[in-house]
């Protein structure tokens, strides 16, 4: 019988190969900060970051760890009632800045649940990433199956990165890399499609540096409006034009072209609580946007990776 390979390299398609099932991703907040936040390279975040840091506030709602991964694990239970059934994902602000000490004594704690949550992985900044860190996350690979650590990468053009208050750079992108790479981490870059002032062709130019950088997961993002953002004042003053739900199928359709089919596809879209996303309205659920880009490359002929040889 002919096997038919996908259209696109998914996270949930490799998880399901691997264990079976797809893990659900248990949010865990320490309550920390950015360089962009505290002074250090500017304040308020960036334009498009929220108070709670692009997580889920639960620090700022005094919630501990234990409470946190019992409602994320609650989540998890319900489609994966028995064994492995979770990743711990340390997901707002940078989890490696200002200092390590709250990491480190996160991760002594959680090493209890790596049963149940055989995957680890961290959020942070480029810039956020010092070789003390990536020892600190190498030292956690006999307890997990794997460790994953996630750099907002978001532009691939330094000038953007400082029009948005990012103040990051590709440079920083690559030093972090290479530096995961060498602790024997598992790479993952988030890609924003829509920034003010990128380019068209400016998502499938990060995709050419996640490439370069030797990344093995990516996650596409669309540029949304959510409250309490810089970006919600110069949406609401008409200084910014967000992308449709087409033009951005259309994007991310041609980034996978180039995407080497053994990069894994973390996330296709992005999505937000209702009562915190303004816009862009209207635009369709998750599911209906990953159907859209993968009967976008059936209409091509294409696939994940289709010119990824003639980089």
Not at 260 to 276: N, T
């Amino acid at each position: 019988m002919e096997v038919t390979q996908p259209l696109v390299h998914t996270l949930g398609r490799s998880l399901m190969q691997r264990y079976g099932k797809r893990l659900r991703r248990v949010m865990l907040d320490l309550g920390l900060t950015c360089p962009n936040r505290d002074g250090s390279t500017g304040y308020g975040g960036c334009i498009y970051c929220d108070l709670a840091g692009s997580g889920t506030g639960a620090a700022q709602r005094q919630e501990d760890l234990d409470t946190q991964w019992a409602v994320g694990l609650k989540r998890a239970r319900r489609t994966n009632p028995q064994g492995a059934a979770a990743i711990l994902y340390f997901q707002s602000y940078s989890n490696t800045y200002p200092e390590l000490a709250p990491l480190a004594a996160a991760l002594d704690h959680i090493r209890q649940w790596a049963d149940v949550a055989p995957i680890l992985a961290i959020g942070t900044r480029p810039d956020c990433f010092s070789e003390e860190a990536a020892h600190l996350l190498a030292q956690q690979l006999p307890y997990f199956d794997e460790v994953w650590i996630e750099f907002g990468l978001e532009s691939a053009d330094d000038a953007i990165q400082k029009a948005i208050g990012r103040h990051d750079t590709l440079e920083n992108f690559y030093l972090a890399c290479a530096r995961a790479q060498k602790h024997g981490l598992h790479r993952i870059a988030h890609c924003i499609a829509g920034l003010p002032g990128e380019q068209e062709n400016g998502l499938g130019k990060q995709v050419r540096e996640v490439i370069r950088a030797q990344c093995e997961g990516i996650k596409f993002h669309q540029l949304m409006v959510l409250r309490k953002t810089k970006l919600a004042k110069m949406w609401m003053d008409g200084q910014v034009e967000l992308l449709t739900a087409e033009a951005y199928i259309q994007q991310v359709a041609n980034a996978l072209e180039i995407l080497p089919p053994e990069i894994l596809v973390h996330r296709l879209v992005a999505e937000a609580a209702a009562e915190e996303y303004l816009a862009p309205k209207p635009w369709p659920g998750r599911q209906k946007v990953h159907s859209a880009i993968e009967l976008e490359l059936q209409s091509r002929g294409s696939f994940q990776g289709k010119f990824a040889s003639i980089q």
